[in-house]
């Protein structure tokens, strides 16, 4: 198992288990809202009516669906992937059940395949921040722009790094480099927002957006 395999097939059994909705649940028990109320979905709501001429979505790190379920819910085509074949059975069961039709599949993005189809909308929902490395997340950059449409747009929800955030013996944080370890190994990404924009910068985006760790980017012309 690489570093970013290991906490979502604990999280996805611990989901299934105790008859949770999404990842949220396992790290907040008794949390209100169920499945339709996940975090990103006021960044969806506020962005959406603002973007022409979207159709079809991708969304990656989709866990068991919320956001792709939501997407879906507003008349777009969307396909949505996770690399846990846990949380995407239960994605596809979400989505059944409230009569919604999503493409969910198993996919590892930081070993995307060759793109074949292009999208006007590419979702980042909270996966970024748990893909460490340099090199992961550069290939998780390419397969984004491979899959843009020439107008497409990039949503990206992630954690950033603040102050107030407590970094204690469990959680190491190298602010050279934005990585948390946990145990000695990679954990999260918490950059700046400033080393954010940066890094899309670098890998070939155009940073339109950038507030309290929501991002709307395009590929760069």
Request: net charge negative; with cysteine; hydrophobic share 40%.
């Amino acid at each position: 198992m690489r570093y970013y395999e290991v906490e979502p097939a604990a999280v996805y059994r611990q989901v299934a288990r105790d008859h949770m909705t999404q990842w949220s649940d396992a790290f907040e028990p008794g949390r209100p809202g169920g499945f339709d109320d996940f975090p990103n979905r006021a960044f969806l709501e506020r962005v959406l009516p603002e973007l022409r001429g979207i159709t079809d979505v991708l969304e990656y790190g989709c866990g068991t669906g919320p956001a792709a379920c939501f997407l879906a819910s507003r008349g777009l085509r969307v396909d949505a992937v996770d690399l846990d074949p846990q949380a995407i059975g239960l994605a596809r069961q979400f989505a059944e059940e409230r009569g919604l039709r999503v493409n969910f599949g198993v996919q590892d993005v930081c070993r995307w395949p060759a793109a074949d189809q292009r999208y006007d909308l590419v979702v980042d929902s909270y996966c970024l921040q748990n893909i460490v490395l340099d090199e992961d997340r550069a290939a998780v950059f390419r397969g984004v722009r491979d899959r843009l449409a020439p107008a497409g747009r990039y949503l990206i929800s992630t954690a950033l790094y603040t102050p107030d955030r407590v970094y204690d013996e469990e959680l190491q944080y190298d602010s050279a480099t934005g990585i948390c370890y946990r145990d000695g190994l990679p954990y999260r990404r918490h950059l700046t927002a400033a080393a954010l924009r940066a890094e899309l910068t670098k890998a070939g985006f155009t940073v339109l957006l950038l507030t309290g760790g929501d991002v709307v980017a395009r590929a760069a012309r």
